[in-house]
């Protein structure tokens, strides 16, 4: 029941992005649609196969390197605009050359990422052991 009203609720609040001039009714519906969504999450927290998912690794890979993918998409992605239109020219197919161009984005932003956090970032984020915060300033 979770993953379908989560659906649902995803559903709902991207149509009150995408539609924002809607009648009232609509909007209370959406409302209660993302109401609903919320309530799947707070359930897939209790233990189901979403936790699961939402305890991957590959979702956890995805959450170390998210800062540098931030970072780096959308500067990429000018640089690569270009390529798109040739490549969709090369294909002869608009759908096919969206493909390739999400695929070939993705893998050359993730892998600027991970040189990124190797080469750069973890370097920094190893100095936080200088600087307590929170609960191990208190204990200091």
């Given amino acids: 029941l979770g993953l379908p009203l989560a659906i649902a609720g995803g559903s709902a ?4 992005i995408i539609f924002p001039r809607q009648l009232e009714a609509e909007r209370f519906l959406g409302l209660m649609i993302a109401l609903c969504f919320g309530l799947a999450l707070i359930a897939a927290l209790a ?17 170390k390197y998210s800062y540098a993918i931030y970072v780096f998409h959308a500067p990429m992605f000018q640089v690569w605009a270009g390529w ?7 294909l002869g197919s ?9 695929v070939s ?10 040189l990124s956090w190797h080469l750069y970032e973890k370097h920094f984020l190893a100095l936080k052991r200088y600087f307590p915060s929170g609960t191990n300033a208190d204990s200091s």
């Avoid at 233990?47 to 890979?61: E, K, Q």
């Fill in 84 to 90: 798109a239109q040739r490549l969709q020219q090369t």
């Fill in 105 to 114: 984005m993705t893998c050359a932003t993730v892998l600027v990422s991970l």
């Fill in 47 to 63: 233990g189901s196969r979403l936790t699961v998912f939402l305890n991957s690794g590959f979702l956890r890979f995805f959450g």
């Fill in 94 to 102: 608009a759908l096919l050359a969206a493909c390739a161009f999400f």
């Fill in 13 to 16: 609040l991207m149509w009150t």
